[in-house]
């Protein structure tokens, strides 16, 4: 327990951004130092996530997860630094596999790794991974709170992506089983196709006058409408038969008994804008290739949150705990 060896951790910090690429680092992840200095600027956006769900792929997590959420409150991420916790007699390779992976995507993401706290202890029964991120915002804020009556309610790619290929990931026999190899081998990959990092929504919109963003990760769709509807002080009305949910998803869902629009939806943006707005949007997304659809609308001053669909109205659930645990508790020991 305790400190990394100098000489591991030197080699491990190889994989970190380096203050000899850029004149944005003055002082980096380095040996010795308690501490990153870098170039700022006038708005600066913070934001942190640890990455507890699954232990592989963690790389992709940690950079996505993170970033994600500095996109959705309009900014542009610029560093990251990670508390990297390690159980006892973790073998080096696997640190070295960890270190290249964050490195790597961070690098995918046009962001610097600059450094952070790395420490082997008990406390972990795995090896965990806490992020935080630091960005700039150029242009105007996008935050929850900013949804308006009259605003509509914008979707990108499909509910449950980010839990859906977890399940794939943590239970592969149950989830072959109901998949099939093939279908399976898909949904494993859209960790990275279409993904689960929202930077290219948030590039791609940057001259659209959003009213608010969210990233809906834990709780899922149905918790990011929540969070808007609340923080906003309005109600929504969800269009239900408008919420892509893909045919895996449904499958596992119903075989873990798991509502998709409660599920984990890391790679997802959701957003509001004034009708016009969103067509032009929706014109700019359909042209990267992102699918996306208006999912409702932004109801009056402390409206309820509801879904509906040709059954009827009902209000929209509220997930105090992801769909995914539910799943999870049938993990084979």
């Known amino acids: 327990e305790g400190k990394i060896p100098e000489g591991i951790l030197q080699d491990l910090l190889?994989?970190?951004?380096?203050?000899?690429?850029?004149?944005?680092?003055?002082?980096?992840?380095?040996?010795g130092e308690d501490a990153a200095v870098v170039k700022g600027n006038k708005r600066i956006i913070i934001s942190a996530d640890p990455i507890t769900f699954t232990g592989e792929n963690i790389g992709i997590y940690t950079v996505a997860v993170n970033c994600n959420d500095i996109v959705a409150m309009g900014g542009i991420p610029k560093y990251l630094?990670?508390?990297?916790?390690?159980?006892?007699?973790?073998?080096?390779?696997?640190?070295?596999s960890v270190f290249k992976e964050i490195g790597?995507?961070?690098?995918?993401?046009g962001i610097l790794w600059i450094g952070g706290h790395t420490e082997v202890t008990d406390a972990a029964a795995r090896l965990i991974v806490s992020g935080q991120v630091v960005?700039?915002?150029t242009g105007r804020l996008t935050p929850s709170s900013g949804a308006k009556p009259g605003d509509v309610i914008i979707m990108t790619k499909w509910a449950g992506l980010e839990g859906t290929t977890t399940l794939a990931r943590e239970m592969p026999e149950i989830t072959k089983k109901i998949l099939g190899d093939e279908a399976?081998?898909?949904?494993?990959?859209?960790?990275?196709?279409?993904?689960?990092?929202i930077l290219t929504e948030g590039k791609t919109l940057r001259e659209i006058n959003i009213s608010a963003a969210h990233d809906p990760t834990e709780g899922g769709i149905a918790t990011g409408i929540h969070e808007i509807a609340l923080r906003s002080g309005t109600g929504a009305t969800i269009y239900k038969d408008s919420v892509f949910i893909r045919e895996e998803t449904k499958a596992l869902a119903k075989e873990f008994n798991i509502d998709?629009?409660?599920?984990?939806?890391?790679?997802?943006?959701?957003?509001?804008?004034?009708?016009?707005?969103?067509?032009?949007?929706?014109?700019?997304?359909?042209?990267?290739?992102?699918?996306?659809?208006?999912?409702g609308k932004i109801t009056g001053k402390n409206k309820e949150v509801l879904i509906t669909s040709k059954e009827g109205t009902v209000k929209l659930p509220v997930f105090t705990a992801d769909e995914i645990i539910k799943a999870l508790r049938k993990k084979p020991e």
Not at 104 to 109: D, G, I, L, P
Not at 184 to 197: F, K, Q, Y
Not at 272 to 280: I, S
């Open 14 to 31: 190889a994989c970190t951004a380096n203050k000899e690429d850029t004149e944005d680092i003055i002082i980096g992840a380095e040996t």
């Open 81 to 96: 630094t990670t508390t990297i916790l390690i159980p006892p007699n973790t073998h080096k390779d696997k640190l070295q």
């Open 135 to 137: 960005g700039f915002l």
């Open 184 to 197: 399976h081998s898909e949904v494993l990959n859209w960790i990275t196709d279409p993904g689960i990092s």
């Open 260 to 295: 998709p629009l409660g599920l984990l939806s890391s790679g997802v943006f959701i957003f509001t804008a004034q009708p016009e707005e969103a067509e032009k949007a929706l014109s700019l997304l359909k042209d990267k290739g992102i699918d996306t659809s208006v999912i």
């Open 104 to 109: 790597y995507y961070a690098k995918e993401a």
